[in-house]
């Protein structure tokens, strides 16, 4: 007897072992969500933000803006998922980023740095001169000669690029226009990834100097009477792909290697969708969609260029515009091919590839060049694109083509989606015979969340959905 309750307290104990073990199981497959990154103290939204700071701006939490912000070298800046930063709208402050600024935003809780109250003015025929996204309404998040790191994710930049009084920064002059985002660091990093900029006086983004990535983002009203989307200087190099541009005053991306600095400027522009741009630059031969000029080298591939004023640009050693000089891009290092150019009109038609300038036709291109180019054709020269008018409708989602307004008139997003329809002659038409340049982290904080390579569908929204995500 004795010795079959020894048997049964045996068995007792395993089987309370057993829970124990199967209870801590079950506790271990808890998902707990990850808490947000954060560094140092929070910083209070009592007093309004001005000189140097460093911690971290809290999520949900709303900040008003008094005066130019400093983040000096070695002290980090974090902005948690749903803030909102709210400039008075009256004066032209700034973000300094001598060290590092990390703006995470989530999908579900972008971040904000806006004028807050203000109104967007998106209806169609709009007067530009009194479009509040024209107006400059604060300054920008400027990048130092020190900044190590810029990491923008999921934000929206609204009515920024102002007119300085004081620069508060080495690299722009008292008095001049700056940019919704500028940096002055060859070797600083910039990541702008799935977030929106919105309106701008001049060039919305402008590096002098950075490794940068500029992904899956919204480009919407971008420069009043000129502007691209993104002006890119010497010493920069990096990535632009995935991107809508919509209603941009002159280009999408543009290169350039003006400014003297190393290394040579280098930029991949790849599958973007870049719609009505253009047509708020008046000087002849500028404006549209994608450009390289002044030493700069890169490719560009895959971009989906819809009613805009010139297709892809490079400038080669006969170009001018005005009768002004045009400095050559490093034409022996820009490649290009399969892009797609959709045309409403005979005169955009008739700068698919544009005049005077050095672009090389591929026979990869949508439409087929031949059919409409003649076969004498050398780039640069004039042509009659009358057979292009109208041929080879993306079948966006929801976009009027033909159009049934002015071009300039489509600045903005709304409720448009550019979507490719299953039925689209861009699907399985891209390239992917490249790799995206190194040089940009993998970090969720630090760097880039994913870099996202070329795709065999061309624009910015491949149907594997592995694009734009607006």
């Known amino acids: 007897m004795k010795s079959k309750l020894h048997f049964l307290s045996k068995i007792t104990l395993f089987a309370f072992i057993c829970c124990l073990f199967s209870c801590g199981k079950t506790e271990e497959n808890v998902v707990v969500s990850a808490p947000l990154f954060k560094v140092g103290q929070a910083v209070s939204t009592k007093t309004p933000l001005s000189g140097s700071i460093k911690g971290t701006l809290l999520s949900d939490s709303t900040y008003k803006v008094g005066g130019d912000v400093f983040i000096n070298e070695n002290d980090t800046l974090v902005i948690q998922a749903g803030a909102k930063i709210c400039f008075p709208g009256n004066a032209p402050y700034c973000f300094v980023v001598k060290g590092s600024l990390l703006s995470l935003g989530s999908e579900a809780k972008p971040i904000y740095f806006t004028v807050c109250g203000q109104a967007k003015t998106d209806t169609y025929g709009a007067d530009p001169t009194a479009d509040p996204a024209y107006k400059g309404l604060w300054g920008g998040i400027l990048g130092e000669t020190t900044f190590k790191n810029i990491i923008i994710k999921w934000t929206h930049i609204e009515f920024g690029g102002g007119k300085l ?51 899956r983002n919204t480009f919407e009203k971008g420069g009043f009477t000129g502007g691209e989307s993104m002006n890119i200087k010497s010493g920069t190099v990096g990535i632009f792909a995935y991107n809508l541009v919509i209603g941009s005053a002159t280009n999408g991306p543009k290169a350039s290697n ?76 820009v490649k290009g091919g399969y892009n797609y150019s959709y045309v409403d009109s005979v005169k955009i038609a008739n700068e698919i590839y544009p005049t005077g300038f050095a672009q090389k036709p591929s026979a990869n291109d949508i439409p087929l060049p031949s059919s409409f180019l003649p076969t004498t054709y050398k780039p640069g020269a004039v042509y009659d694109g009358t057979a292009a008018v109208g041929k080879n409708n993306p079948n966006f989602v929801n976009f009027p083509l033909p159009v049934t307004r002015k071009f300039a008139d489509y600045s903005f997003v709304g409720t448009y989606n550019f979507r490719l329809q299953s039925t689209s002659p861009a699907i399985g038409k891209g390239f992917t015979g490249f790799t995206p340049l190194a040089g940009i982290p993998i970090s969720p904080n630090f760097g880039a969340t994913v870099i996202t390579p070329p795709n065999k569908d061309i624009g910015a929204y491949p149907t594997d959905n592995s694009g734009n995500k607006h």
């Open 258 to 333: 003006n400014g003297g600095k190393n290394p040579q400027t280098e930029v991949q522009m790849y599958n973007n969708t870049i719609v009505c741009s253009g047509y708020r630059r008046s000087a002849a031969g500028r404006g549209g969609a994608t450009n390289f000029e002044e030493g700069s080298k890169g490719v560009y591939y895959n971009n989906l260029m819809v009613n805009c004023k010139f297709g892809p640009r490079v400038v080669g050693a006969t170009a001018n515009y005005n009768g002004n000089a045009l400095v050559v891009a490093d034409t022996a290092n």
């Open 165 to 215: 009084a004081t620069s508060p920064v080495s690299f722009l002059a008292n008095g001049a226009n700056t940019y919704a985002i500028s940096t002055s660091n060859p070797n600083g990093l910039l990541v702008l990834e799935d977030s929106w900029v919105y309106g701008a006086i001049d060039d919305p983004i402008r590096p002098f100097g950075c490794k940068f990535l500029m992904m």
